[in-house]
């Protein structure tokens, strides 16, 4: 379960999402999967980097403007990017999340399309809301 403070952030400030996701752990069916330790903000309309860059809106990107706390999965060069859409419906602002630290300490997960590889993260994960999905965050998790 995310703190409120957490919910807050997320809502309000991308930049500050993708610091707060730092040290997070995300778990896949209830099983860690690895610690955060690296992300990437990207900030809408103004980002000429987003997906939503100048305001465009596309069949590939709609799941960036649902509301803070929806997953973005979207596929580049062949590999899965995991996002974590951001700010209030519409806005279409997301964190990548780039990299994990495996319990067990391999590098298997050191970059966005090896994580989601190493994960099984496929285009069934895009839309879906932290609630309900079978991936989760978990904020101030027990150290490995």
Avoid at 25 to 44: H, K, P
Avoid at 71 to 84: D, F, K, S
Avoid at 110 to 120: D, E, I, M, V, W
């Amino acid at each position: 379960m995310l703190s409120k403070e957490f919910k807050h952030i997320m809502q309000t400030d991308t930049v500050a999402t993708a610091k707060s996701l730092l040290g997070m752990q995300l778990c896949l069916d209830g099983q860690v999967l690895g610690r955060i330790v690296e992300t990437e903000a990207y900030l809408g309309a103004k980002d000429s980097a987003c997906h939503s860059a100048h305001g465009k809106r596309t069949p590939k990107n709609e799941s960036m403007y649902l509301s803070a706390g929806h997953w973005y999965v979207y596929q580049i060069y062949g590999h899965q990017m995991l996002n974590l859409v951001t700010r209030a419906e519409n806005v279409a602002e997301a964190v990548l999340i780039r990299a994990l630290e495996l319990p067990d300490g391999t590098l298997i997960a050191n970059g966005p399309g090896k994580l989601t590889k190493f994960a099984g993260i496929t285009k069934e994960f895009d839309g879906q809301g932290l609630t309900t999905s079978r991936l989760q965050l978990v904020e101030n998790a027990v150290p490995f």
